[in-house]
C-alpha cells in the first residue's frame, strides 16, 4: 500500500484526486493540507466526500507531510509549490506538481512569464509528465512536472504531425476552450455564477495566456526546432472540459483518411487516447469525468489547412487523471489502476 | 461471473447501468437491446463508450436475449416491460424492471393511473426494491420492481417517522424538484435546451403525476395504514439529481437535535444513506453520480412542522445504482460492490 | 424630465434600473453611487452598458446625491440603506428603498431577524410598495419600501385567498426556488459557477430566512388576524426568476375553476399579473426580463389541498421592475411607463 | 402604422421578431403563420407572449398574407422561403428574409451548398442585409436578404481590414461559437437539454458549413478579389450568442493601438457597432438581447497574426434585430427604433 498525501486539498484538483484515488487499490491517502482550511473535515468542504473521505485538513509542514507518505501531490498555485517541493524531494519522497513550477525547462523562460525561480537545481531532474510522449522517463523520475490542461490537449493533438514533420512548425493556431473549474476555487466577481453563466468569452489574447510557453516548449521538442504559435482561450459556462481545435499548414497533401491513420499508429496501444474515426467528433462531454482524450484529425479540402479537435475532462487527463496516471507509471502499478471509469454522460 | 443483458439501452438508465457495471467486478455485460437503433454499437449512440464498451444493439427478441444473460435490467417504457418479463421470467431468469410495471401492488391502481394490467400473475411475486426498507425480501426475489426516483426520495425521507408513528399520517406535503434526464431521452420540445434552460417549473400539479401511487402504497405500509399526499415534482435546469422538500405535522414534539438521533439509528448501517448532521442541508451537487441518498431531518421551531430534505441522483440511488444494488442483494455479492465511486463534483 | 439617482449601482439591482430606465421617457438617470468602484465608469463594471449609460460611477455623499435627483433608488444591503434614507428624506427628495430597512413595520421585529433598527422615524412614513395591494397609499408616499423577491411572488399568490377568508391562515406553507442574481454579485465561493451549477438546495430551512417576517406581516394584514407560515427557500442553477409553489387548507370546498375566476376577479385590470387559464402552469422562463407576476391556483382534488404557483423574474417584478413601477405611481406617470418590455425567451 | 406579417412565427427568429416589434412604435404586427401551429394562439405557443400578443396563428397562404401586411418577415427554413417570396412581391410587398435563400447572389454556388435555386429571377433584385456594409442600397430595396448569424459576426469583423487592404485575403481562419437558439426549434435527439449541456463541441468542421459560401462573398466583395476561409462553428450550452475569434496575416505591421483606431474610424457614427478600447474583451453575455456587435482587434505581438473577436446575439442582431433594422431603412424610420433596449446581463 502506497501512502499518499495531497498538498492543497482544498482545491478542484485536489479533490479530483481524492475521488480517483479513493478507487485505486494499491493506495492510502494519509495527509490532506489547505492553507484556508486547515482544522476541518476535508467532508466538511466538499460534502460529496462524506463518510468515505472525513481526513482533517492540516497546516502545510512539509517535514510531517513527508512523515506521513511515500509519494507526494502537490495541487498549490505556482511559486507556492516551488516552496515546498525541494524538502520533500530531498526527504527522499516522490513528488508529483501540479503546478508550473517544473514545467518549464528553461529557469529563464519561467522567469519571464511568472517570477524568478526558486529552485533551478530541480528543474533539471523534473520530468515533463505527459506519458504518451515520455514514459520511459517518467518511469524513473522523482519528480513529475505534470502538465497543464490546454498543453495537454494540444501537444496530444498535434505530436503525430511534428514528429513525422507533416506540418509547417510556425503555421499553428490553437483555439481552446474550458469550463470554469479551470478558474479555480477562488472567491472572484469574475467566476461567479451569474458573471459566467449564459455567456461564452475569449480570454488572454494575443499570446500572454502562461500556457503558452509550456506548449511551445514541448512541441518544439517535437519538431525538432523552436517554433511560436498563436494560442487563444475562452470561457464556456460549464464545470468541466476542455476542447481544442487546431489548424495548421501541412508540408504535403494528406486526406482526411489518411490524417486518421496516421494518428491510429501513433496512439496504438495507448489506454487514454481515443482516435476518432472520420465523420466522428469530439465533444467534452463524452470525456467528463473520465481520463480519456478524445481526438478528431481532418482536412479542410477547400483551403487545404489541417484541422485538429481534440477534447479532454481538464480536472482528469488534463490534471488529476493524468498525475494519477503518472503516479502509476512512477511507482511500477499498471498504468490504468484507478483510471477505468467511464465518463458520466449526461 | 453474471452475464447480465440490458434490455433498452440506449436511453439514460440504459446508460447509466453501463457506465455502473462497467467497474463491477463480478459481471459481463453480454447483451443490449433497442429499437431504435438496433444494429448500431452503443458506442455509436453514447461516444462517451468508445473503446470499453463497443457492443451491437439487437432488437429485443426475448428468447435470444435469455438466452445470452442470467439476469435482465429491463429499462423500458412502462407497457413495454410488461411485455417481456414474463417470458424472461419463464425461462428461469432473474429480472430487475426499472419500469413502473411491477411497482403497485394492486393490478386496478396500476389501471387507474396508466392502463389496465398485462401481467397480474407477476406483479405478486415481485418486490419493490428498496433495500433499506426491504432487503430481506429483495435478496430471495426472482422479479424486483426497482423503485422510482421521486419515490425513492420521499419514501427513505419519511421512513424512519412513519415508521415510529411521529407524524400525522395525513399531512404529508411532498414538494421535489428534478434535473432534466427525468424526462428521459425522447425528442421532444419540452425536453429541448433552449425550453428548459435558465426556467424553473412545476408540472403535474394537484396529484396527477404517476409517482403518487407508488408514493403512497409504501408509505402507508410504513405508516400501518392508508395514506394521500400532496406531491408537487418540479423541473430544474440541470441534467441530474433529484431534491425533496418534504413537510409533516408531528403527533409530539420534536427538536431537530432528536430528529437526526432517530434517522442517524434508522439509517445506522445503511451504506448508501447520509443523514446529514444538523447545521448542513444537501445538495443534488453532492451525490451526483454516486448511490447515496443525503437527508436532513429538522424542525421548523416557530410553526411546529417537520421538514425534510433528500438528496439523490435519480439516474443512480433513483434508477440504475439502486438496479445494481438489488442485483448485488439478488446475487449474493457485496452490497456496495461497483457502488463505491464518489460523487464527481463539479 | 424626472431626475434620478441610483446608490449603489454597481450591484444586479442596480444595473437592472439602469436597464430599466433607459428606455422610461420621463426620466433621466443623472448619478450612480458604488463604494467598491467609484471613480470607474459604470459601463467598465457592466460593458453591456458601454455606448448607452457611461456615467462615473460616485462614492455615497448623501448632499451630492440629493443635489442632483428629485428621486432615489436606494440599492443597497440593509443596514447602509437606513443609514442614508433620513438625509435623502430630510432634503425633501423621494425615496424607493430596495433593501429590508423600511419594510418590517414593526422596528422590534426588525431587531429581532437583523439588527436595531437605526431610523424608526421614518418607518411609520413607509410605504410597502405592492402595488397591486396598496396602490392608493404608494401614490402619496415620500418613501416606498420595495418588496423582496420572495414575497412579491408569495404575497400575489394569496392575496385574493386572505382577502376572502377562503383558506386556514395557519396552514401556509410556502416552497420557494430563486436564481443564483438572488445572491447578489459578492466574491464568494458559494456563489461560484462551480459551486452552484448543476445543483439543486434548500437553504435558510426551517423558519430562519429574513424573507419569512416579511411574508408573515403582510399575509397577516390580508388574513385580518396574526399567522404564521413556514416558508423554504431553494436555489436553482439559473440566473434569474422565483417560482413559489405555495400549499394552503381551503376553509370551504372548491374546485380549480373557481380559484381562476376568483383570481381573474380579483386582478382584473391588474397590468402585471396574468392569471393563467386552468391547465396552465407559469415558468420562470416566460417572465424573464419582464415585470409579470403569472400565477396558476388549482385545487388537488384527491387531498383538497389548494396549491398556488406563481412566478416573477426577481430583478424586475421583485425588485427593480417593482421599483420603476412605484416611481410611476409616485410620479403620476402612467403605471406600465418603461415596463412594456415583453419577456426574453429564450 | 406600417401592418407587418410574420411568416414562420412559432420559430425561435420568429419569437425575437414578436418581441422586438412589440416596442416598436411605427409598426403593427397584423399576421403570424405557422405550419406546425395553425389555429392556435401564439401566446399558447410562447406563454412569455400572453396578454400582449395573443394572436391566432394562420396556415401559410400567401395571398392572404399579403392582404394583411405592407411588409412580410419570412422566417422560414431555406427553400420554404423562395417558395413564397416571389408571391408577396409579385403583389407589391416589401419582403425581408431570414432565411439563405436570397443571400448568395450566384444560383450556381447556392445549387452547390443547399440544391436548385426555385427563383433565380429575384436573386438579383435581393439586397444583402448587412446596414454597415450596404447602407444605401437597403434603403432603396424590395427584397432583403437578412443575413446568416455566423456571417455578421465575421464580415463585421473582418470588414475594416479587408476594405483597407491590410491583411493577406487567403489567410482567414474563423473560429466561431454559438449559442443552442442556433440550431432552431426543431425536436432533435441533440438539441435535448442533456445532450447539450456541459459540453462543448465543434460541428461543421472543414469547410462544410453552409454559411461558408455566404462569408466567402462577402469577404470577397470586401477584398475585391475572390478568396476562401476556413471556418470552424462550435456549440456552446447557453441559450443566445456568437462569439467569432479570426485570425489573419497582416500585410504590414500594425500594432493593436493602430488596429482599435482603424476600426474605431471605419464604424465611427454606427449605432450597433462598439469597438471595444484596448485591453478589452467581448463576452456574448454583455450583448443578450441587444442590437449590438461587440468587436475587439488586436495583434499577437509575438507571432504577428491579427486575431478580431466580435460578439452578437445570433438572435437579434444575428437575425431578427438586423431584420427589424433593415425594415427601419427600407421604410424611412430612424434605424435604430424598437432596438434601443440594453442587454439583459445577467
Known sequence: MLNVAIVGASGYTGLELIRILHCHPEVAVTCLTS???????????????????????????????AEKADLIFTALPHKAAMEVVPTFLKLGKKVIDLSADYRLSDPAVYGEWYEPHLNPAN??????????????????????????CYPTSIILGLAPLLKKGLIHPHSIIADSASGVTGAGRAAKVDSLYCEVNEGYRAYGVGGVHRHTPEIEQELSLLAGEPLQITFTPHLVPMDRGILSTVYAAPLK??????????FEEFYDGEPFVRVLPQGCLPSTAFVRGSNFCDIAPLVDARTGRIIIVSAIDNLVKGASGQAVQNMNLLCGFPETTGLDGLALFP
Chains 1, 2, 3, 4 share one sequence.
Open 123 to 148: 528543474l533539471k531532474k523534473a520530468v515533463y509528465g505527459l506519458p504518451e510522449i515520455r514514459r520511459a522517463k517518467i518511469k524513473g523520475a522523482k519528480l513529475v512536472a505534470n502538465p497543464g
Open 35 to 65: 492553507e484556508q482550511s486547515a482544522g476541518r473535515k476535508i467532508s466538511d468542504v466538499f460534502p460529496s466526500l462524506r463518510g468515505r473521505c472525513d481526513l482533517l485538513l492540516e497546516n502545510l509542514e512539509p517535514v510531517r507531510v
Open 253 to 262: 497533401e494528406l486526406t482526411t483518411a489518411q490524417l486518421v491513420r496516421l
